[in-house]
């Protein structure tokens, strides 16, 4: 399977500091991905990166094989951020789901069939008249992800997208992320709450410092995340870590 996302020795430093340095990974196209890493590693600022939001001091970002501009990354890769109102600007969920593909200046037909898409995707067809300010936390986090599918993009970044959510949710969203890998979508999730969903994992990264120190098959490698200081419970094995039991 070819790749949907490498980066090859990327670095990046603000006010003179170092950041990361030297990063490379790939990740293959349809790729359930996590990405985990202790406070300050530097995950947040590596999406950003990615995502074309900051810019890299040196290094290649290509997607599907080939070198990505700012631009390019702007429109074909999506980043759900860890604070999902932040994201939200429209009064309404489905006005919010088509103000990305308005942006993107497509037609009106166009823009109604992605946005029922999406919010079929997320299950919030229901919730389309509402105040996305009303929504729960789930729910808002569920409205972000389908604003950033009406887009279609080539490949889904979310920055910790469990946190603050009750079991209920977090189940929720689980289960919208794996539609979406079912799909074929190119997913990479930053998480500290590996223990939830790693099961539903192909491909494991581990930062340290601004470095990848380990890459691999999740199933592989999944036992050194305690090597890192990342929580996994006692004895688990690889197919038990998930909040939706397989
Ligand atoms: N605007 C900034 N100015 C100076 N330093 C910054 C800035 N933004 C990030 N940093 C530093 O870069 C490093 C990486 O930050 P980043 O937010 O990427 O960490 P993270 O791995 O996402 O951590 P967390 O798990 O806590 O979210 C940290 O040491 C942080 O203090
Ligand atoms: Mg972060």
């Known amino acids: 399977m070819e790749d949907a996302l490498s980066i090859e020795n990327l670095s990046f430093s603000i006010g003179g500091k170092m950041v990361f340095e030297n990063i490379s990974f790939s990740i293959k196209k349809g790729s359930f991905a996590i990405l985990c890493g202790r406070n300050g590693a530097g995950k947040s600022q590596l999406l950003r990166c990615l995502k074309g939001l900051s810019k890299p001091k040196s290094g290649k970002i290509l997607i599907n094989g080939t070198e990505a501009d700012e631009k390019k990354r702007m429109r074909e890769i999506a ?12 009064q309404s969920v489905e006005k919010d789901v088509a103000f990305g593909p308005e942006n993107l200046g497509l037609d009106k037909g166009e823009i109604e069939r992605r946005v029922e898409n999406a919010l079929a995707l997320m ?11 009303t929504l729960s936390g789930g729910e808002m986090r569920k409205c972000a992800i389908a604003g950033i599918l009406a887009m279609e993009p080539n490949v889904i970044l979310l920055d910790e997208p469990f946190a603050n959510l009750d079991y209920p949710s977090t189940l929720s969203v689980l289960k919208a992320l794996l539609s979406l890998h079912e799909k074929g979508y190119t997913v990479l999730t930053v998480t500290h709450e590996a223990e939830k969903f790693i099961a539903h994992t192909d491909t494991l990264l581990i ?8 890459r691999g098959n999740s199933p592989e490698i999944y036992g050194k995340l305690r090597d890192h200081g990342i929580y996994l419970p006692k004895n688990a094995e690889f197919k038990e870590l998930s909040w939706l039991r397989q």
């Open 123 to 133: 299950d919030l067809k229901d919730k389309a008249q509402q105040r996305p300010q």
């Open 207 to 214: 930062m340290e410092e601004g470095r990848i120190v380990e």
């Open 79 to 90: 980043l759900v951020f860890q604070s999902a109102e932040m994201q939200i600007v429209s």
